[in-house]
């Protein structure tokens, strides 16, 4: 299950997200916003970032305008690495380096086409571990106000 999470800015992205999703039987679960009114980044990043963070969710792909507002918020969650993504190497090594669990995407910097192929690798590329496991141990420290040298 994929959380899916947008504001106004980001709102048709995700509904050709959720097109995709359909055509291709992924199940997601849609935490809003529903319209292309104003609505706050933040309370979509909120909802499905909890859904992970709980385990309902496996991942989340959110959006808005540019991807960055949406993964500040996401970050401010503990649990969540997001990863704000325009172009398909750093969405495969989010995943491969820094097992990020969330997709941060942009409507207005990024087309439908890319889009789909970043939610695409995005899902599908493991986390490779080994040495990296250490720098996602550092992040949770510093998530938890460790200090880490």
Do not use: W
């Not at 050709?16 to 055509?23: L, P």
């Not at 990863?83 to 990020?100: E, I, P």
């Amino acid at each position: 299950m994929i959380a899916l999470g947008s504001d106004h800015a980001g709102f048709a992205l995700k509904e050709k997200i959720k097109q995709y999703f359909d055509e291709k039987k992924i199940e997601y679960k849609d935490f809003g916003c529903y319209a292309p009114e104003s609505f706050d980044y933040a309370v979509a990043a909120s909802r499905a970032c909890k859904a992970v963070v709980r385990g309902e969710c496996e991942k989340a792909i959110l959006c808005c305008g540019t991807g960055i507002g949406i993964s500040m918020a996401a970050n401010k969650i503990k649990g969540i690495r997001a990863a704000a993504c325009s172009n398909y190497f750093g969405a495969k090594l989010t995943r491969a380096h820094n097992d990020a669990n969330v997709l941060c995407l942009g409507e207005r910097v990024t087309g439908y086409g890319l889009a789909l192929e970043l939610v695409d690798v995005f899902l599908n590329t493991e986390f490779e571990g080994g040495r990296h496991q250490r720098r996602i141990d550092m992040i949770s420290a510093l998530e938890n106000g460790e200090e880490i040298e």
